[in-house]
């Protein structure tokens, strides 16, 4: 009788920890007092709140393998959706906290406060369109802060997105921004410098055919439309723009979102039950991309890539080896070369910027009397002279060899790379040798400390205890295999 008893007693602890797991995961709120911190055998995602149908959920991801964000992903495709601060926060280690207090705070033990919302709600939510919602309780729900405010790479059907946001690509590229009556496209390939938001290489104008833009009648909004395009607005809900996707009007498509791409374009998706589609490309012609063929490559319409030297090949999208950015600030104190080619334009030059110049020669000159030129595109036939002051990327192959470029080439480009190769051997055998070495201490490290202290850390089964402690890696894909 009594081994009876012991055995029901186990089933029943067995089935109350199967159930509770993908309870605990699938959270709904968080509410003031709570705390998580990142489970070091977390391979990827570590959910901490779920939206009503489980098709979101909030929590931590890892980026590159150490380093951790917080997030909203779309659970069945992994897809980070928002990431708060639009990067890594910090290391993924147990010396981080999130927390809830009224505000979500993201800490680290040493370095302090990393990312807040810095709010006083009561309740933290997460809406079944991927909005994390921060909250007043009391008579009346004041919504105090949501994610939708702070885009990162994607906006997500009915997602206002104002004068005050930006979306950045997940490579830091590329950029989105409202003008006063336009969506402009920004790219800034040098990250050191950080003058300002990088060169317009693409431009969205409204068509205006059922609202115009008034000025001075307040800044412009756009929005995905779960109808299926993405709209301008100004006043009211009329747009004075509509970019319809491939599925317009079609009603009953899943959720829609824009993303903005890591090769600059703007794309748009809807769910489709179990994968992704595409339904929009903003800018849909591959030449037009700003950097469609890498730096220092030649589109070529229909035909596909090369590099605008024409002595190389194009592999891998690599016309240039070494690093396309100025190791001083400028071509005046830079050693560089010159490359000429007939029979080629900028991409959209329609948007850039030109004077008009009598002779090639002049235009050349122009850019050679400038440090921060990196080329010039002539036109003999307009006299139109394009200065470009930016890391050269990708040029458009035309017919016409009246139309001519000049690219400088700073020295060192193409250069004998055996040399590296061996340094990059040296270091990585160095590395090795530390490493082992490192793992033969830390073993013999521990295996002191266990017989000291009788705890095994490695074995994650302390520090930073809450109730997500073990929801890792496991529980999350259990949502994933309910869901299918
Ligand atoms: C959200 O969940 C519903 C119900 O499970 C499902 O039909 C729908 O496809 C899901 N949408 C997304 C975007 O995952
Ligand atoms: C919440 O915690 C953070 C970090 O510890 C602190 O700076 C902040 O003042 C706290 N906010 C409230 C409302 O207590
Ligand atoms: C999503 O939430 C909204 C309001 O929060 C609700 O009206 C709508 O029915 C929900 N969608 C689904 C598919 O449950
Ligand atoms: C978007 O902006 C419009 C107009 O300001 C507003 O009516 C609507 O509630 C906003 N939507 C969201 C999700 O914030
Ligand atoms: C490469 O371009 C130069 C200058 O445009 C031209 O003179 C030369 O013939 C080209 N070489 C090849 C192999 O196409
Ligand atoms: C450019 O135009 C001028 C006069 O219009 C002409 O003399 C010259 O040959 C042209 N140069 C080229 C490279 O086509």
Not at 280 to 290: A, G, T, V, Y
Not at 358 to 365: A, D, H, P
Request: aromatic share 12%.
């Amino acid at each position: 009788m009594v081994e009876l008893t012991q055995i029901y007693m186990f089933i029943i602890i067995i089935v109350i920890i199967f159930i509770s797991q993908p309870i605990f995961a699938k959270e709904q709120e968080l509410l003031k007092g709570f705390t998580a911190t990142p489970d070091s055998s977390v391979k990827s995602f570590q959910p901490l709140l779920s939206d009503s149908l489980g098709n979101y959920s909030f929590g931590f991801v890892r980026v590159d393998q150490t380093q951790l964000a917080l997030a909203v992903i779309h659970v069945q495709s992994l897809e980070q959706v928002w990431i708060a601060g639009k990067s890594p926060l910090a290391k993924w280690s147990s010396d981080i906290r999130l927390l809830f207090n009224g505000s979500l705070v993201v800490s680290d033990k040493r370095v302090g406060v990393l990312w807040s919302s810095y709010t006083d709600g009561d309740r933290v939510w997460l809406s079944n369109t991927s909005n994390l919602l921060i909250e007043s309780s009391g008579d009346q729900k004041l919504m105090l802060w949501q994610s939708f405010d702070f885009p990162y790479n994607t906006l997500m059907e009915n997602q206002n997105f104002t004068s005050t946001m930006t979306l950045v690509s997940s490579n830091g590229m590329y950029s989105m921004k409202l003008g006063p009556d336009f969506i402009g496209f920004y790219a800034k390939y040098d990250a050191n410098s950080n003058s300002d938001q990088g060169h317009l290489y693409f431009q969205h104008n409204p068509m205006e055919a059922k609202a115009q833009v008034m000025k001075g009648q307040g800044p412009i909004r756009a929005m995905v439309s779960p109808d299926g395009f993405l709209g301008m607005y100004q006043n009211g809900s009329t747009p004075v723009d509509v970019l319809p996707f491939s599925s317009f009007q079609q009603p009953g498509k899943g959720n829609r979102r824009v993303r903005l791409e890591p090769d600059g374009n703007l794309v748009g998706y809807y769910w489709a039950r179990s994968s992704w589609l595409v339904d929009f490309k903003l800018i849909s012609n591959q030449c037009d991309l700003p950097s469609s063929c890498g730096p220092y490559g030649l589109c070529q319409p229909g035909k596909g890539c090369s590099c605008l030297d024409n002595r190389t090949d194009y592999e891998s999208g690599q016309c240039v080896t070494g690093e396309n950015k100025l190791s001083n600030d400028n071509f005046c104190q830079t050693k560089y070369g010159i490359l000429r080619r007939t029979g080629v334009e900028l991409p959209n030059k329609e948007i850039m910027a030109y004077t008009i110049m009598s002779s090639l020669e002049k235009c050349e000159s122009t850019c050679e009397q400038k440090c921060t030129c990196w080329g010039a595109v002539y036109s003999n036939t307009s006299g139109f002279c394009y200065i470009i002051d930016y890391p050269i990327q990708s040029i458009v192959e035309v017919l016409d060899v009246t139309k001519m470029g000049y690219f400088k080439v700073r020295a060192g480009h193409g250069k004998d790379n055996t040399l590296v190769g061996l340094w990059v051997g040296l270091g990585l055998l160095c590395g090795l040798v530390l490493l082992l070495l490192g793992v033969g201490g830390m073993y013999l490290y521990k295996r002191e400390n266990r017989g000291v202290k009788g705890y095994v850390e490695e074995d994650g089964m302390n520090g930073g205890v809450g109730p997500y402690k073990n929801l890792g890696t496991s529980s999350f894909k259990s949502i994933e295999l309910s869901e299918r």
